[in-house]
Every structure is written in structure tokens, then in C-alpha cells.
């Protein structure tokens, strides 16, 4: 191991309890979440191995590779003067998003227009994916007349999906799975910008898809536009994902499928899809091995699983049971009104609640007697919840910092993000847990500046976005615009 600051995670202190029973249990679980400063570094040092492989690697051999390294198609940057007016499309679950954004210029300076919209439960699944699109297409035409729109102007439309698809250009990409309760089976395979744009033709509509995006590529160009420095953007919430900036000359795999279509000699945005790295990098323990077996992805996305908004609150609830069989804690989970042994009923949030609770900790006990009906609670109840809450969403935290640290390491080892003239970048964050955790955003940023030098620390800065996938859509627009106008010239 390098010679480095040493992570320091004497934060979450051991109280003294009342009995040698609690102690103990309390120390146990403390043992299995703390992450060693030998542990982190293996994990930085890995996922910065994964980006260069995953880069690199042969079709043949993509599975033996956590991270997948997926071109964008988006090159170049946003420098925060472009004007224009753009319309963005995001699917999240059931969530429709619908919004124009015009971009001012001015150093950053957009107005947003934005309606949502909701996908009925009759029309999740079905026989015709056509009938999902000929909906989601209304959603579009009702905003345009709300807004009043022109119908003399074409607009670009930069789309972010929640589907899983495979691109293969700016504005190509094909379905490999609809995910989140949907069901069409005649949509796998199919070109998504095609789908939509037949429908809004059918319709009548004066819109042209002319880019589509992931969630991480959206995070980064919307507080690119703003701050033109940045470099990386990450999406964690529910789930978690990381973009960034590489130079083309390094993209090998990439330059072998498409090096007649794009200079060696420019940037562009690599989506890692980095909820991918897997166990073996990773401190995992009996907690993780349970909620990875009873999950509906078993032996994948263990990064996800140990960090994100969709386990963070089963993880706790798993070691509240844990204490509870053990008489740590005091009420009875076994009374039938009880909701602490129903799987994923103590949410993420609850962990916002109870780490930020000091006093009687009240908010705890509304935790845990009204959500969780635990029944009547005792102070030592609730500060052992809110330990829990501590050490569980701490280890996520200096994970999530960690993996940001490997990649900046790579970048700058790479000459990429890091002006020699002394100019740093940023990095923009979106999502739930990042925004509403409040302590998440210190771990996370004192974590990273242990793990990388101090020179490099220093030109780095970390931004929280809000609106940031409907916004970075429309970015993603203007950029494609850009693209093609280059692409037109030469």
C-alpha cells in the first residue's frame, strides 16, 4: 500500500451500554462495517484497473469485466455561452418527465419548463410496445400545448431512459431489457429513437430526437453547462452510476468499431456503469451475502447493493432482526403488527431520520413505533438504532468515495480533467441519498481527499445538481447539434 493520509473512522464512536450483551453486539457489527484503509485502497486500485480493461477488452471476453465502459457518442464540451431551445424526455420507473429548457448562454444561464406525467399500471405490460410509445408521445403533445409551442419549429429532443439499452450511436440504440415491472416482449431489440420518433411523426408532433443519454452522462452535462470544468458526473440513489471524460486515443475497443467516425484526438463521455463492481473488491459480510441472496439479482451489482437507496434500509433492518433474536433490543418483532421482519419495510430514508436525531431521539422513536409498529420503544432501543444507521450509511459513504477516488486517479494518471497550467474540475453529483443524507456528501468528500494526494485534492471540487437527468437531456441536445454541425464541416 502507497504511502498515503490514513482514513481515519474513529467518527462513529463505541458507547458504553448497559449490558455486555448490547456492547457486544454493537461491537460485532462495527467490525463487519468498518472498511480498513488496506480495503479502500484495493478498491480504488480496482476500479481503476476495470476502467483501463473494460475499455480495452474484446467483445468475446465483456463478461470477465465489471465495468463496461460504454462510449456516449457525446464528445467535446459545453462551455456555457451555447443558445438554443431544446426539449427533454426522461423515463424513471413509471415517472414521465416532459421539459424544455432554454439555454441563455451567458456563462450557464437556462430557464426550465417542466411537467410530469404517470404511466398507468394497465399499460406496463402488454403485447405491443407501440402502445406504451403511442402514450408516452401524448405526454409530449399535451406539454407542447400546455407551453404553447410552435408548431412551425422543429425542436431537438435529447431523451434519458430508464431502459436497458444497447447504443450505438448519438441517436441509436436498441432495447435489451425494459426492467422496472415493465413487459413488452416485441420491445427487445428495437431501435427506441426509431419507436418514438414514428410516433410523434404519427402525431403530427414537430419534434426530432437527435441524442439519447444514461442518467450519469445527464448528471455531468447539466452541471457541465454551468461549470464547464467538470469532468465526472454520478448519479446515486436507488441506484448508482458514474460518467466521466476520456480521450478517444484511449477508448481501444471503441477506435476498432468506429475510429472513421470520430477524431483520436478529441474527448468523450464514458459511461462505467459501475453498479457492476463486484464482491471481490469489495468488504463484504453476512448482511450483504443475504440481501444478495434474497434479491432478484443474485450475484451481480454487489457495489449497488452495499451503497444505494434500494438496500441501504434492508441492510439496517437485516441487523435490527439480527438484535433483536438476540435481545439487544428490547421490543418484540414477532407481534403480528410488527413490520421489522417484513423485507425492505425500514427505508433508506428512516436512515436519514434517525442519524440526524439527537435528545430523547423522537424521531426515532416515530421510526420505529409508527412506521415499523415496533411498539413501545426505550432510549437504548433508539440510540442503538441510530448507531446502526451510523455505521451502515458511513461504509456506503467511504465506498461511493473510494470508487470516485479510483477514477480520478485514473484520470489524472491518463493526463485527463487536470490542466497543467494549475486549473482542476469538478465533479457533479445527483440523486436521493447523496442530496437528502445528510451526512453522506462529508464522508464521501473527506474520504476522497484522504485517498488521493493533496495536490490533486486540491483542484477538485464536488457539486450537488438538482434536476439534473431532465436538464442534462436537453444538454445532451445541444451537444449533439454541436457534433453534427463539426461532423457537416469536415
Known amino acids: 500500500m502507497t504511502n498515503r493520509k490514513q482514513y481515519m473512522s474513529s467518527e462513529i464512536s463505541i458507547q458504553t451500554f448497559k449490558s455486555a450483551n448490547q456492547q457486544k453486539a454493537i461491537e460485532e457489527i462495527e467490525s463487519l462495517f468498518q472498511v480498513s484503509d488496506e480495503k479502500l485502497d484495493i478498491l480504488m486500485r480496482a476500479v481503476g484497473k476495470e476502467m483501463h480493461n473494460g475499455l480495452n477488452i474484446q467483445e468475446t471476453n465483456e463478461k470477465q469485466n465489471d465495468l463496461k465502459m460504454i462510449p456516449s457518442f457525446v464528445a467535446g464540451y459545453p462551455t456555457g455561452n451555447e443558445k438554443g431551445t431544446y426539449l427533454a424526455l426522461e423515463i424513471s420507473g413509471v415517472d414521465i418527465y416532459v421539459c424544455q429548457v432554454r439555454l441563455k448562454g451567458e456563462g450557464g444561464k437556462l430557464a426550465i419548463n417542466q411537467y410530469q406525467y404517470k404511466i398507468p399500471d394497465h399499460l406496463t405490460a402488454g403485447d405491443n410496445m407501440r402502445v406504451l410509445i403511442d402514450y408516452i408521445v401524448d405526454c409530449v403533445a399535451d ?55 414514428k410516433g410523434f411523426q404519427s402525431k403530427g408532433l414537430p419534434v426530432k430526437i437527435v441524442a439519447m443519454a444514461n442518467d450519469s452522462v445527464c448528471t455531468l452535462l447539466a452541471h457541465a453547462y454551468q461549470h464547464p470544468s467538470t469532468r465526472i458526473g454520478i448519479v446515486h440513489s436507488a441506484g448508482t452510476n458514474c460518467a466521466y471524460y476520456d480521450k478517444v486515443s484511449n477508448l481501444g475497443k471503441f477506435l476498432k468499431q468506429h475510429g472513421n467516425h470520430v477524431s483520436p484526438h478529441s474527448d468523450m463521455i464514458i459511461n462505467t456503469e459501475w453498479c457492476n463492481i463486484s464482491s471481490k473488491y469489495l468488504p463484504s459480510n453476512k448482511f450483504d451475502e443475504t440481501v444478495d441472496i434474497e434479491s432478484n439479482n443474485k450475484g451481480i451489482h454487489a457495489f449497488e447493493k452495499m451503497t444505494t437507496g434500494m438496500y441501504l434500509g434492508e441492510l439496517v433492518r437485516l441487523i435490527l432482526v439480527y438484535f433483536a433474536e438476540s435481545s439487544t433490543l428490547s421490543f418484540d418483532i414477532d407481534d403480528e403488527d410488527c413490520l421489522i421482519r417484513t423485507p425492505y419495510q425500514f427505508d433508506t430514508s428512516y436512515m436519514y431520520v434517525c442519524e440526524a436525531d439527537d435528545g430523547v431521539l423522537e424521531g426515532t422513536r416515530v421510526v420505529l413505533e409508527e412506521m415499523c409498529r415496533t411498539g413501545e420503544t426505550t432510549l437504548l432501543d433508539r440510540e442503538i438504532v441510530k448507531k446502526v444507521c451510523e455505521l451502515v ?22 493526463g485527463i480533467g487536470l490542466d497543467p497550467a494549475g486549473d482542476g474540475f469538478a465533479i457533479s453529483i445527483s440523486g436521493e441519498v447523496y442530496k437528502d443524507y445528510a451526512s453522506f456528501h462529508p464522508r464521501v468528500c473527506e474520504t476522497l481527499k484522504t485517498l488521493i494526494p493533496d495536490e490533486v485534492a486540491a483542484k477538485l471540487s464536488v457539486g450537488i445538481v438538482k434536476h439534473s437527468r431532465i436538464v442534462g437531456a436537453a444538454i445532451v441536445a445541444m451537444m449533439a447539434e454541436k457534433i453534427n454541425q463539426t461532423i457537416d464541416m469536415l
Open 143 to 197: 406539454f407542447q400545448q400546455r407551453i404553447g409551442s410552435s408548431l412551425d419549429l422543429v425542436y431537438a429532443m435529447g431523451i434519458s431512459l430508464g431502459f436497458a439499452v444497447s447504443q450505438t450511436g448519438l441517436d441509436k440504440g436498441f432495447i435489451v431489457a425494459l426492467e422496472h415491472g415493465f413487459e413488452y416482449p416485441n420491445a427487445i431489440g428495437s431501435d427506441i429513437v426509431d419507436l418514438f420518433q
Open 393 to 414: 450509511g458511513q461504509r456506503a459513504a467511504v465506498l461511493l468515495g473510494a470508487s470516485i477516488a479510483g477514477v480520478v486517479e485514473y484520470m489524472v494518471a491518463n
